[in-house]
C-alpha cells in the first residue's frame, strides 16, 4: 500500500510571542484509510511568455476525489511570479478566479477536487521555471 507524507514547519518572529507550526499528514484516498497511489509525476516547465498553461487537467483525473496539487517557482527572482488560477485560464492580470502568485522559490501545497482545470501563467517574457505534481485519488487517463 502506497504511503505519501507532506510536513511543514513555519518558525516566527512576526509577534512579540514566537510562533511555530508543525503540521503533517499522510494523503489518503477520499473517505478512506488507503494513502494515494498515483501520481501525474512531477513535471518541469519553462516559460518565456505570460501565456496561461494548463498544470492539472481536470479530464487526467477522477471528479470529487482527494486529489494533492504541488507547485513551485523554481526561479530565486523575487521580482517574477507566477499567478494561479482554475478555470480554464490564468490571464497574466488577477482574475476572480486566481488562487495567488508564487514568487521565486514559493511553493504550494493545496487539496484538489480534479472538476476544473489548475493554470498558471507567467508575469514576465523572462524564462522562469515551474515544477508541478499532483498525488492523485484517480487517473483517468495519463497525459504527457
Same mark, same amino acid.
Given at each position: 500500500?502506497?504511503?505519501?507524507?507532506?510536513?511543514?514547519?513555519?518558525?516566527?518572529?512576526?509577534?512579540?510571542?514566537?510562533?511555530?507550526?508543525?503540521?503533517?499528514?499522510?494523503?489518503?484516498? #477520499?473517505?478512506?484509510?488507503?494513502?494515494?497511489?498515483?501520481?501525474?509525476?512531477?513535471?518541469?516547465?519553462?516559460?518565456?511568455?505570460?501565456?496561461?498553461?494548463?498544470?492539472?487537467?481536470?479530464?487526467?483525473?477522477?471528479?470529487?476525489?482527494?486529489?494533492?496539487?504541488?507547485?513551485?517557482?523554481?526561479?530565486?527572482?523575487?521580482?517574477?511570479?507566477?499567478?494561479?488560477?482554475?478555470?480554464?485560464?490564468?490571464?497574466?492580470? #488577477?482574475?476572480?478566479?486566481?488562487?495567488?502568485?508564487?514568487?521565486?522559490?514559493?511553493? $504550494?501545497? $493545496?487539496?484538489?477536487?480534479?472538476?476544473?482545470?489548475?493554470?498558471? #501563467?507567467?508575469?514576465?517574457?523572462?524564462?522562469?521555471?515551474?515544477?508541478?505534481?499532483?498525488?492523485?485519488?484517480?487517473?483517468?487517463?495519463?497525459?504527457?
Amino acid at each position: 500500500m502506497a504511503t505519501t507524507h507532506a510536513t511543514i514547519s513555519i518558525n516566527s518572529d512576526i509577534s512579540s510571542y514566537p510562533m511555530r507550526i508543525n503540521s503533517s499528514m499522510t494523503m489518503k484516498k #477520499a473517505g478512506s484509510c488507503h494513502g494515494l497511489d498515483e501520481t501525474t509525476g512531477l513535471r518541469s516547465k519553462k516559460f518565456t511568455s505570460t501565456t496561461a498553461a494548463v498544470i492539472a487537467e481536470h479530464d487526467e483525473l477522477t471528479d470529487d476525489k482527494a486529489h494533492k496539487l504541488y507547485v513551485r517557482n523554481t526561479s530565486s527572482n523575487k521580482e517574477y511570479f507566477f499567478y494561479v488560477a482554475y478555470h480554464a485560464s490564468a490571464a497574466a492580470a #488577477a482574475t476572480d478566479q486566481t488562487i495567488g502568485k508564487l514568487y521565486g522559490g514559493d511553493w $504550494m501545497l $493545496m487539496p484538489y477536487d480534479g472538476n476544473t482545470n489548475i493554470t498558471v #501563467a507567467s508575469s514576465t517574457t523572462e524564462t522562469q521555471v515551474l515544477e508541478y505534481m499532483v498525488f492523485a485519488d484517480g487517473i483517468v487517463a495519463a497525459k504527457g
